[in-house]
């Protein structure tokens, strides 16, 4: 017995195949890094994988999550780029973190992915990338990581880039467990998408 297949059905193949390899996400999705889909990106999935992945590649002092880390990035900027703060680091949960040192030698392509995936993110979420005011967020984003260099790290042996020319936050960062930064996580984007 032969099996044929017409060129309609080719077609219909060829269109379904996805670029690279997929991951398995907390809830049990597909996840393509490389053929990132809007309705792929689920908020519990973001949520859980900032709150289990430390800031700094794990070298603070106790356990400080990213889903931490944004969710302070998010109430310091203008609060028309709160929400797209939030999930600034949100690639991060279907690409895994990689530290500042390392990731400015990363071959060019390793960018372009996270930028895919958090337009992919920002488009789920009702973010117009037009809108972003990326050099806010990124300020922000130095302003609590100098805060964190004062709270959750060694005291460094010298000074880091950002150390002087950003002032840290009066408020002390008290760091969350992995349960209680997703929770928080959640919280925020509650309290910002009907904002």
Do not use: C
């Not at 530290?99 to 372009?112: D, G, N, R, V």
């Not at 002087?164 to 925020?188: H, Q, T, Y």
């Amino acid at each position: 017995m032969k099996f044929m297949i017409t060129k309609d059905q080719m077609k219909n193949i060829s269109s379904n195949e996805r670029k690279g390899a997929w991951a398995q996400t907390f809830t049990g999705k597909q996840f393509w890094p490389l053929d990132p889909r809007p309705d792929e990106v689920n908020l519990i999935d973001i949520a859980h994988s900032l709150a289990q992945q430390p800031r700094f590649n794990g070298h603070s002092l106790k356990f400080y999550s990213i889903a931490q880390h944004s969710v302070l990035v998010s109430k310091i900027v203008h609060p028309s780029q709160a929400l797209p703060a939030l999930f600034h680091d949100a690639s991060e949960a279907y690409t895994g973190d990689i530290i500042s040192p390392s990731k400015k030698f990363l071959p060019p392509e390793f960018k372009q992915i996270e930028i895919k995936i958090e337009n992919v993110i920002f488009k789920k979420f009702n973010i117009d990338p037009e809108t972003v005011d990326h050099k806010d967020i990124k300020k922000a984003d130095k302003i609590i990581l100098v805060t964190e260099m004062r709270d959750v790290m060694e005291k460094p042996t010298q000074k880091w880039d950002e150390d002087g020319v950003f002032e840290p936050l009066a408020e002390k960062i008290i760091p969350l467990s992995p349960e209680d930064a997703e929770k928080l996580f959640l919280e925020r984007y509650e309290e910002l998408k009907n904002s």
